[in-house]
């Protein structure tokens, strides 16, 4: 029991004091070891006969339905389908890609952001996995996984930092943009060669919510702010602790006659508006110093 304490502690403390990314590969992870703690029960349970169709029937409850009416009587499944992993390797892929798509965006736009982006991702994919289940030939029944969730951390990054270089294995240094192309290129030849049709449709819908996350940004909408708001509420709901009331003091950054612009004293998102543009111009390490570390804070707020 010492030894489960320990883990257990480890696995608490890890979800308190870790970034946003690392919560969310524990949690992906932690329902894969749920999924398959409960797949080994059942093999036993039943003497390795028909566990694989049961454990599909419990899945069906939480995987994202093509069935409009399936949908209608599951509405849960677009959010608990982009947590839910069958095998191994689907599992490991999506927490690589995560863990490296995750840490970047958060270090670029802030922590507070990753969630949200993954959220909505997650419900793009969804929304296109359906839409294609219903127009599309060769699509399955149910849809699972959280590449489309992950799709849309890559296609953030992607906008915001193209230049940005990875170190891969057995690869070497290479372009964020470079791998991000890749991906999408394989997901548009799944899809014209009809394997995993659905599949790829959520991740190019995941892809697109990205884009869109960033284009928002960048005039002045942060379509992060009401997820936030919304999962804070619902936290608040359950604590019984009310969200405190923010009040913000508007400062005039106009500048006036004669005055240059590089004296400007710029607003926290002006600033980090312009950083961002500079990175998409420029790339991320043509940054200066001052930038960087500017970045590094606001990535924590």
């Known amino acids: 029991m010492t030894l489960f304490n320990s883990i257990w502690d480890d696995l608490r403390n890890t979800i308190r004091s870790g970034n946003m990314v690392t919560k969310l590969v524990l949690v992906n992870f932690l329902v894969f070891v749920l999924v398959s703690l409960v797949f080994f029960t059942l093999?036993?349970?039943?003497?390795?006969?028909?566990?694989?169709?049961?454990?599909?029937?419990?899945?069906?409850?939480?995987?994202?339905?093509?069935?409009w009416k399936e949908l209608l009587w599951h509405p849960w499944t677009p959010i608990t389908s982009m947590f839910l992993h069958q095998s191994f390797w689907h599992v490991l892929s999506n927490l690589i890609?995560?863990?490296?798509?995750?840490?970047?965006?958060?270090?670029?736009?802030?922590?507070?952001?990753?969630?949200?982006?993954?959220?909505?991702?997650?419900?793009?994919?969804a929304f296109a996995y359906f839409v294609s289940a219903n127009f599309l030939p060769y699509i399955g029944g149910h849809a699972l996984g959280a590449s489309a969730a992950v799709m849309a951390l890559g296609g953030t990054a992607l906008l915001i930092a193209p230049d940005y270089r990875v170190m891969l294995?057995?690869?070497?240094?290479?372009?964020?943009?470079?791998?991000v192309l890749?991906?999408?290129?394989?997901d548009l030849v799944g899809i014209a060669n009809q394997a995993n049709t659905g599949g790829h449709a959520a991740h190019i819908g995941g892809l697109f919510m990205g884009f869109l996350f960033v284009y928002q940004l960048r005039n002045g909408s942060?379509?992060?702010?009401?997820?936030?708001?919304?999962?804070?509420?619902?936290?608040?709901?359950f604590s019984g602790k009310k969200k405190p009331q923010m009040r913000f003091q508007r400062t005039n950054t106009a500048r006036k006659p004669g005055q240059r612009t590089?004296?400007?004293?710029?607003s926290h998102q002006e600033k980090l508006d312009t950083i961002l543009d500079k990175i998409k111009q420029e790339g991320y390490e043509n940054l200066s110093a001052e930038e960087k570390e500017f970045l590094f804070h606001a990535s924590k707020k």
């Not at 798509?101 to 958060?106: C, K, L, S, T």
């Not at 890749?182 to 394989?186: A, D, E, G, H, Q």
């Not at 379509?223 to 608040?236: C, D, F, K, R, T």
């Open 43 to 67: 093999f036993i349970a039943m003497s390795g006969e028909g566990h694989g169709e049961a454990l599909w029937v419990g899945l069906d409850y939480l995987a994202m339905p093509a069935d």
């Open 97 to 125: 890609w995560l863990y490296l798509f995750g840490n970047i965006v958060g270090d670029l736009v802030g922590d507070r952001r990753v969630l949200p982006i993954y959220l909505l991702g997650g419900l793009a994919g």
């Open 169 to 179: 294995l057995l690869i070497g240094e290479i372009k964020l943009k470079y791998i």
């Open 182 to 186: 890749v991906m999408i290129l394989l």
């Open 222 to 237: 942060d379509m992060a702010e009401p997820v936030n708001n919304l999962i804070e509420g619902i936290q608040s709901l």
């Open 262 to 266: 590089d004296t400007v004293d710029l």
